[in-house]
């Protein structure tokens, strides 16, 4: 069983629609979760960051934790074309002693928003 | 600031031939990463350094080498390539004392391998 488990996609929305991009996870010890955005032919860069449960918004962005269920989402509103990029997720556990920030990716959903 | 800066961008390798892939970052950041990124398979550790003269290996290391010489450089050696190595390669960076621990990538080097 993979650590991190996401839906590669691909999915496809239509310009103004709410967009549920979601990732399941394995293992307890996670407690920093990541999105990351990454357009074609280019490297990610962090979208957004969340410590351990809960909700966190910015701007059309919306990260979402839920430790007891080892699930956390990332919803984008009225999602506009220049959203279609792949999403990564990305989680690490609490950092300290020999922990060097490892991040563990989800395999990446592709999303298209189309006008 | 020009943040992480890798070349080449492009390059195609015969099987067996030797490469480097030069990664440089001007944040001073203290941790490093070297990443593959294969279709629909996400982002591979593949090596990373937590200070110059330190480094060691992440889940994906075999048939690569690393070395961190300096603060700012962090180059990825292949040797004997092979067609498994085919693959977009990204190096990060990160500031190991920030809580987030973001990391920073560059823009990535397209190797294929024939």
């Known amino acids: 069983q993979k650590e991190v488990e996401q839906d590669p996609g691909p999915l496809s929305v239509p310009e103004g629609a709410i967009v549920s991009l979601n990732c399941t996870y394995s293992?307890?010890?996670?407690?920093?979760f990541m999105w990351y955005r990454q357009y074609s032919r280019k490297g990610p860069e962090l979208l957004m960051y969340?410590?351990?449960?809960g909700n966190k918004e910015d701007g059309r962005f919306t990260a979402q934790v839920d430790k007891s269920s080892k699930y956390i989402s990332l919803f984008i509103r009225d999602s506009q074309p220049s959203d279609s990029a792949t999403y990564l997720c990305?989680?690490?556990?609490?950092?300290?002693?020999?922990?060097?920030?490892?991040?563990?990716f989800g395999q990446g959903t592709i999303l298209t928003v189309h006008p | 600031n020009a943040g992480v800066t890798q070349t080449p961008k492009f390059r195609i390798l015969k099987i067996g031939q030797s490469m480097t892939l030069q990664c440089t970052q001007d944040?001073?950041?203290?941790?490093m990463y070297w990443y593959r990124q294969d279709p629909g398979m996400g982002l591979k550790l593949i090596y990373y350094?937590?200070?110059?003269?330190?480094?060691d290996k992440g889940e994906v290391p075999n048939g690569y080498n690393v070395s961190r010489s300096t603060t700012e450089d962090f180059p990825l050696r292949l040797e004997l390539a092979a067609p498994s190595q085919t693959s977009v390669y990204f190096c990060?960076?990160?500031?190991?004392?920030?809580?987030?621990?973001?990391?920073?990538f560059g823009p990535g080097t397209r190797l294929t391998v024939t």
């Open positions: 990060a960076s990160s500031y190991g004392r920030s809580v987030s621990y973001e990391q920073y």
């Open positions: 293992n307890s010890a996670f407690q920093y």
């Open positions: 969340t410590y351990s449960s």
């Open positions: 990305a989680m690490r556990i609490r950092a300290g002693g020999t922990s060097y920030g490892k991040l563990t």
């Open positions: 944040m001073n950041h203290n941790y």
């Open positions: 350094s937590v200070g110059a003269g330190i480094t």
